[in-house]
């Protein structure tokens, strides 16, 4: 009880100016108020019209979730685009759409650069997330001129339609895009947003030759890896007895899944913010939080439909089968089998160590699953790139401004960069720049990226291990028990009973879309809500941050957040114990047929003879790199040696390439050179598989590359300069530069950036040296990133 009472003053006074009126009524009342009341009584006031702001956006949220279904529920963009293919009028038709982002009247785009392709998860809501907002996916790449296109979906999906039909269908969209841009610099960039990902994936290795580099952000692609105690959401499936609910689920809406249901287990995973933090954040800013909230919420409540088919397929190959790693995944007809060691463009992951929806190792783990060391890699041509970022959750991967301003904008400027790294395993790593940084006039914005050169066992060293793992395959078998089991037995019996009425109304009955349609215009008990509001706002003055009153209530919503917080803990914890014990039994593999030799010989990922195809492909390759050794440009001879020099392990960062970018465009401008970047990127790899094949008779041959004494000085030179673009030689560089010195027989001197390294001199060259076996010695071992300096387990919110 506060030591004063004026109740009457307080409600004639309710809606003037906080801290303000009240101390004029309680005057005019002849009361006169203690500071401590004063302070008081402004927060009452500040409070109740802080609630009836925050009840006016909530009826907006209804009313805009009204209205954008009632539009058909468009993409969120913010930009504005155009249809250029309807994939529901092809043959085998699907609810997908392919869109060009139309450029700012002031920023036209560029058609001649590589297209930007952008593809957003289908998982429960509509599409739009990659660029809703001007600081995006989309708003990057149309800042830096480049042509956008965008993967959009419709409510509804088409009878019959398949996740084979919506791939073919994003297969021809891509050809479309590349048959618009003939002449762009490279093939399309496509970005998969989390499930968008593992979709682009399937695209990627069945129609290698129609993307160009490709970024998974957020993907998911090895379902059962995690961390025990801090990634719970893996073992919903095994929980649930399998995928034969996802079934019930789909039976029951008429042959559709609401995807209402996976939102629903999202916000599951973070009660803290589902129940409080995000409603709570409202209330606490509603003075300037309300755009914000109801553009998100615009996304957030646009739940989509997919056919029962659809979501059978995915959670039965992918999330509970996890079979897209390990070559399980194929056509319906079994005409193809998808490999991902056919996908040739570099693949770059971005994951989060603060996303609890796909942690890092879900995001990574494939890669151990396709391949044993990096010498695999590189045999298989493939570039891959990862980048982890420390604390961002799941969706601030795909609309946060800061990801967006920094990982994104970074990694599209290096695509170019990455297209010519060799084949192999790096990791990107963004850092400040600073003033005494060499030569940072070739560095683009206030970022420096750095590709370190990676080995599987780094990607391994991310995860506590793998032997979990064996869990999973004991759920993956009682779930083809129960599927075939509900298939037989129950699934005639739920059909019979559902029918199209009856799934409606259980669509709108659902929780997530009751909370918004029942505080909106159409319910007549919240039409007093706006007129309130409306009274607030012409009075509304927010409360001094100072108000001892104020601190207490953001102290008691911590005391909320950290009690949900622990509830979730002990929740997750017990679901892991729950599953660890009843999937870890004896009684229960011996139930399902599965002892612990099969175990151990199923969780051997996949067979990885490459068949005849493929080794008749390597065959080829390595007849063209054989050939490559003895003959070549000038180009070819540069590029071998900055591969040579390159390649001892301490990375490369952009400075070299920026500095080649540049010596391309002075020598166009003169007229002394027609080469391109593609010249380059297709020498690169030609000269990098004659180093892999041959190190030290691919340097014995550089003179054979090389015209004349004139050109050996010249080549060596430049590749100096380039060289030195990272700042003064390392001293594995230094020696790595004096063999090739001495293969081209150019005289030793000081180093002037660095006397302790001699380096060749410019003078004429007198006789070739063969190149001592020295210069195929390995790298000294690098030291795995350590596991246990990560963030904390404390998941940030969806």
Same mark, same amino acid.
């Given at each position: 009880?506060? =030591?004063? %009472?004026?109740?009457?003053?307080?409600?004639?006074?309710?809606?003037?100016?906080?801290?303000?009126?009240?101390?004029?009524?309680?005057?005019?009342?002849?009361?006169?108020?203690?500071?401590?009341?004063?302070?008081?009584?402004?927060?009452?006031?500040?409070?109740?019209?802080?609630?009836?702001?925050?009840?006016?956006?909530?009826?907006?949220?209804?009313?805009?979730?009204?209205?954008?279904?009632?539009?058909?529920?468009?993409?969120?963009?913010?930009?504005?685009?155009?249809?250029?293919?309807?994939?529901?009028?092809?043959?085998?038709?699907?609810?997908?759409?392919?869109? *060009?982002?139309?450029?700012?009247?002031?920023?036209?785009?560029?058609?001649?650069?590589?297209?930007?392709?952008?593809?957003?998860?289908?998982?429960?809501?509509?599409?739009?997330?990659?660029?809703?907002? =001007?600081?995006?996916?989309?708003?990057?790449?149309?800042?830096?001129?480049?042509? +956008?296109?965008?993967?959009?979906?419709?409510?509804?999906?088409?009878?019959? %339609?398949?996740?084979?039909?919506?791939?073919?269908?994003?297969?021809?969209?891509?050809?479309?895009?590349?048959?618009?841009?003939?002449?762009?610099?490279?093939?399309?960039?496509?970005?998969?947003? +989390?499930?968008?990902?593992?979709?682009?994936?399937?695209?990627?290795?069945?129609?290698?030759?129609?993307?160009?580099?490709?970024?998974?952000?957020?993907?998911?692609?090895?379902?059962?890896?995690? #961390?025990?105690?801090?990634?719970?959401?893996?073992?919903?499936?095994?929980?649930?007895?399998?995928?034969?609910?996802?079934?019930?689920?789909?039976?029951?809406?008429?042959?559709?899944?609401?995807?209402?249901?996976?939102?629903?287990?999202?916000?599951?995973?973070?009660?803290?913010?589902?129940?409080?933090?995000?409603?709570?954040?409202?209330?606490?800013?509603?003075?300037?939080?309300?755009?914000?909230?109801?553009?998100?919420?615009?996304?957030?409540?646009?739940?989509?439909?997919?056919?029962?088919?659809?979501?059978?397929?995915?959670?039965?190959?992918?999330?509970?089968?996890?079979?897209?790693?390990?070559?399980?995944?194929?056509?319906?007809?079994?005409?193809? %089998?998808?490999?991902?060691?056919?996908? *040739?463009?570099?693949?770059?992951?971005?994951?989060?160590?603060?996303?609890?929806?796909?942690?890092?190792?879900?995001?990574?783990?494939?890669?151990?699953?396709?391949?044993?060391?990096?010498?695999?890699? *590189?045999?298989?041509?493939?570039?891959?790139?990862? +980048?982890?970022?420390?604390?961002?959750?799941?969706?601030?991967?795909?609309?946060?401004?800061?990801?967006?301003?920094?990982?994104?904008?970074?990694?599209?400027?290096?695509?170019?960069?990455?297209?010519?790294?060799? =084949?192999?395993?790096?990791?990107?790593?963004?850092?400040?720049?600073?003033?005494?940084?060499?030569?940072?006039?070739?560095?683009?914005?206030?970022?420096?990226?750095?590709?370190?050169?990676?080995?599987?066992?780094?990607?391994?060293?991310?995860?506590?291990?793998?032997?979990?793992?064996?869990?999973?395959?004991?759920?993956?078998?009682?779930?083809?028990?129960?599927?075939?089991?509900?298939?037989?037995?129950?699934?005639?019996?739920?059909?019979?009973?559902?029918?199209?009425?009856?799934?409606?109304?259980?669509?709108?009955?659902?929780?997530?879309?009751?909370?918004?349609?029942?505080?909106?215009?159409?319910?007549?008990?919240?039409?007093?809500?706006?007129?309130?509001?409306?009274?607030?706002?012409?009075?509304?003055?927010?409360?001094?941050?100072?108000?001892?009153?104020?601190?207490?209530?953001?102290?008691?919503?911590?005391?909320?957040?950290?009690?949900?917080?622990?509830?979730?803990?002990?929740?997750?914890?017990?679901?892991?114990?729950?599953?660890?014990?009843?999937?870890?039994?004896?009684?229960?593999?011996?139930?399902?047929?599965?002892?612990?030799?099969?175990?151990?010989?199923?969780?051997? #990922?996949?067979?990885?003879?490459?068949?005849?195809?493929?080794?008749?492909?390597?065959?080829?390759?390595?007849?063209?790199?054989?050939?490559?050794?003895?003959?070549?440009?000038?180009?070819?001879?540069?590029?071998?040696?900055?591969?040579?020099?390159?390649?001892?392990?301490?990375?490369?960062?952009?400075?070299?390439?920026?500095?080649?970018?540049?010596?391309?465009?002075?020598?166009?401008?003169?007229?002394?050179?027609?080469?391109?970047?593609?010249?380059?990127?297709?020498?690169?790899?030609?000269?990098?598989?004659?180093?892999?094949?041959?190190?030290?008779?691919?340097?014995?041959?550089?003179?054979?590359?090389?015209?004349?004494?004139?050109?050996?000085?010249?080549?060596?030179?430049?590749?100096?300069?380039?060289?030195?673009?990272?700042?003064?030689?390392?001293?594995?560089?230094?020696?790595?530069? +004096?063999?090739?010195?001495?293969?081209?027989?150019?005289?030793?001197?000081?180093?002037?950036?660095?006397?302790?390294?001699?380096?060749?001199?410019?003078?004429?060259?007198?006789?070739?040296?063969?190149?001592?076996?020295?210069?195929?010695?390995?790298?000294?071992?690098?030291?795995?990133?350590?596991?246990?300096?990560?963030?904390?387990?404390?998941?940030?919110? =969806?």
């Amino acid at each position: 009880m506060f =030591p004063f %009472q004026l109740p009457q003053t307080t409600l004639l006074n309710f809606f003037q100016p906080a801290g303000q009126s009240a101390s004029a009524g309680a005057a005019a009342a002849g009361a006169p108020l203690t500071p401590l009341a004063q302070q008081a009584l402004d927060y009452w006031v500040d409070a109740a019209q802080r609630s009836v702001l925050f009840w006016d956006v909530l009826r907006e949220r209804g009313n805009v979730y009204a209205q954008h279904a009632k539009s058909g529920k468009p993409p969120v963009l913010v930009f504005e685009f155009e249809t250029v293919l309807d994939a529901r009028e092809f043959e085998l038709p699907a609810n997908y759409a392919l869109v *060009r982002i139309k450029p700012p009247a002031d920023r036209p785009t560029d058609p001649n650069k590589r297209a930007f392709v952008v593809i957003d998860p289908r998982a429960g809501h509509g599409p739009g997330i990659g660029g809703f907002k =001007p600081d995006s996916e989309i708003g990057i790449a149309l800042g830096a001129g480049h042509p +956008c296109y965008f993967f959009t979906f419709f409510p509804e999906p088409m009878p019959g %339609q398949t996740i084979e039909a919506v791939a073919r269908a994003e297969v021809k969209f891509l050809e479309k895009v590349n048959d618009l841009h003939p002449q762009a610099e490279g093939r399309p960039f496509v970005i998969g947003n +989390c499930q968008g990902g593992w979709a682009l994936m399937l695209i990627a290795a069945a129609q290698p030759e129609s993307v160009g580099p490709i970024l998974l952000a957020g993907a998911p692609v090895s379902y059962w890896a995690g #961390v025990e105690g801090k990634n719970p959401m893996r073992y919903s499936g095994g929980l649930l007895g399998g995928s034969w609910l996802a079934s019930l689920t789909g039976d029951l809406g008429n042959g559709k899944f609401d995807g209402a249901h996976l939102v629903s287990n999202f916000e599951n995973l973070n009660p803290a913010n589902t129940y409080w933090s995000k409603l709570y954040n409202l209330y606490a800013k509603v003075d300037t939080e309300r755009e914000r909230f109801l553009d998100f919420e615009r996304w957030w409540g646009g739940h989509y439909l997919m056919n029962k088919a659809e979501m059978d397929w995915i959670v039965q190959n992918l999330f509970v089968g996890n079979k897209l790693s390990r070559g399980g995944v194929q056509t319906a007809d079994g005409s193809l %089998q998808i490999d991902l060691r056919a996908i *040739r463009s570099p693949i770059v992951v971005f994951a989060s160590w603060g996303d609890n929806i796909t942690p890092p190792q879900q995001a990574l783990n494939w890669i151990a699953d396709l391949y044993d060391n990096t010498d695999e890699i *590189r045999a298989h041509e493939q570039t891959i790139v990862y +980048c982890l970022h420390e604390t961002v959750g799941h969706l601030g991967i795909f609309v946060s401004a800061g990801v967006a301003k920094k990982e994104t904008t970074e990694i599209a400027g290096a695509l170019d960069l990455i297209d010519l790294l060799p =084949p192999g395993l790096y990791e990107m790593v963004i850092e400040d720049t600073h003033p005494e940084m060499h030569h940072s006039e070739l560095i683009h914005g206030r970022y420096l990226s750095v590709f370190k050169p990676r080995e599987v066992s780094d990607i391994l060293a991310l995860d506590d291990g793998r032997e979990d793992e064996q869990d999973f395959e004991v759920a993956r078998r009682v779930a083809e028990i129960n599927q075939a089991n509900y298939d037989k037995f129950l699934s005639p019996l739920v059909k019979t009973v559902a029918n199209e009425p009856t799934a409606q109304v259980a669509r709108a009955l659902n929780p997530a879309r009751m909370e918004r349609w029942m505080v909106s215009d159409a319910n007549p008990a919240v039409w007093p809500v706006k007129s309130l509001a409306d009274t607030v706002r012409k009075q509304r003055q927010p409360l001094s941050a100072d108000n001892p009153f104020l601190a207490a209530e953001h102290t008691a919503s911590e005391w909320i957040v950290r009690g949900l917080d622990q509830y979730r803990e002990l929740r997750d914890a017990a679901q892991e114990r729950l599953f660890i014990n009843l999937y870890r039994s004896p009684w229960l593999k011996a139930a399902v047929g599965m002892h612990e030799l099969s175990l151990s010989q199923q969780s051997k #990922v996949r067979d990885k003879k490459t068949g005849w195809a493929h080794e008749e492909l390597l065959r080829m390759k390595q007849a063209q790199a054989e050939a490559a050794i003895e003959q070549g440009t000038a180009l070819d001879a540069g590029m071998r040696m900055l591969i040579h020099l390159a390649s001892d392990g301490a990375g490369v960062d952009e400075r070299p390439f920026r500095m080649i970018q540049q010596m391309l465009r002075e020598a166009h401008a003169a007229g002394q050179s027609k080469l391109t970047l593609a010249d380059l990127k297709q020498s690169a790899k030609t000269q990098h598989l004659a180093l892999l094949l041959d190190r030290p008779r691919a340097l014995a041959a550089l003179p054979k590359l090389l015209r004349d004494v004139e050109s050996a000085r010249d080549a060596f030179e430049l590749v100096k300069r380039i060289a030195r673009a990272q700042g003064p030689l390392s001293e594995q560089r230094a020696e790595r530069l +004096c063999e090739i010195a001495e293969v081209l027989a150019l005289p030793l001197i000081a180093d002037a950036e660095s006397e302790e390294h001699p380096i060749a001199a410019t003078a004429p060259p007198t006789k070739p040296r063969t190149p001592s076996r020295t210069a195929t010695r390995p790298a000294a071992k690098r030291t795995s990133p350590a596991k246990t300096a990560r963030p904390s387990s404390k998941r940030s919110a =969806p």
